[in-house]
Structure formats: structure tokens, C-alpha cells
């Protein structure tokens, strides 16, 4: 059973800083692409951040360019995402995914084989 468990999240001023992570782990799996979203309450969740696990491509949704960054660590099945300058329109539950299956379109929910459970971004103003 595939496992992702994210961490990092929290309660933070507008203008501050988090380093959200999120650990694979659990049965036999390939990575393609691991993808970041958010869902805030009374929204559709909605894309954020992707990479490809082999080359590290990057993609982002237009709003979190500049402040956003996806990383990741092969060796610990691990992807990150940095993110600066907070705001209150970020506060969210963020959640990682997985393309396990192959390279389907970035920014789709249905393109990704498993999730996490999410973690809470709170931005205050």
C-alpha cells in the first residue's frame, strides 16, 4: 500500500515562510511526476506545483510563481515545496501526489495515481 504523509504545515503571519514535505512510502511504485495542491475551504481543490522525478521539471500555477518552489529527493522518495511571501489567500490544505503510471497532463487531478492526507497552511493577516 502506497503511503504519502505530508508535514510541515502551520499557523503563520502574512509575509512568512514554509517548507512543506511529503514522504513516499509503502509498495512498489514508480514516480513520474509528484505534484503539490490545495484546497481551501468552500473551493475546488486546485493545482499548485509539479516536478518530474527524473529530469526535475518544474510547473506552477500562475498565482504562486516567484514564491513557490518544488524540490525533490530521489533517494528519500521525498518532494518539497518552499513557500515565501505567504498570503492569505494561500491558507489551505496542501496535498501531495503521484503520477505512478506515467506522464499524464500536470495540473489535473485525475492525472495522479495516489495522495496524501494534507497538511494545513494558515496564513494570518
Known amino acids: 500500500q502506497v503511503r504519502l504523509v505530508e508535514s510541515g504545515g502551520g499557523l503563520v503571519q502574512a509575509g512568512g515562510s514554509l517548507r512543506l514535505s511529503c514522504t513516499a512510502s509503502?509498495?512498489?511504485?514508480?514516480?513520474?511526476?509528484m505534484g503539490w495542491f490545495r484546497q481551501a475551504p468552500g473551493k475546488e481543490r486546485e493545482f499548485v506545483a509539479a516536478i518530474s522525478w527524473s529530469s526535475g521539471y518544474t510547473r506552477y500555477v500562475d498565482s504562486v510563481k516567484g514564491r513557490f518552489t518544488i524540490s525533490r529527493d530521489n533517494a528519500k522518495n521525498t518532494v518539497y515545496l518552499q513557500i515565501n511571501s505567504l498570503k492569505p489567500e494561500d491558507t489551505a490544505a496542501y496535498y501531495c501526489?503521484?503520477?505512478?503510471?506515467?506522464?499524464?497532463?500536470?495540473?489535473?487531478?485525475?492525472?495522479?495515481?495516489?495522495w496524501g492526507q494534507g497538511t494545513q497552511v494558515t496564513v494570518s493577516s
Open positions: 501526489a503521484i503520477q505512478s503510471s506515467g506522464y499524464r497532463q500536470f495540473d489535473l487531478l485525475s492525472s495522479y495515481d495516489y
Open positions: 509503502g509498495g512498489t511504485f514508480s514516480t513520474y511526476r
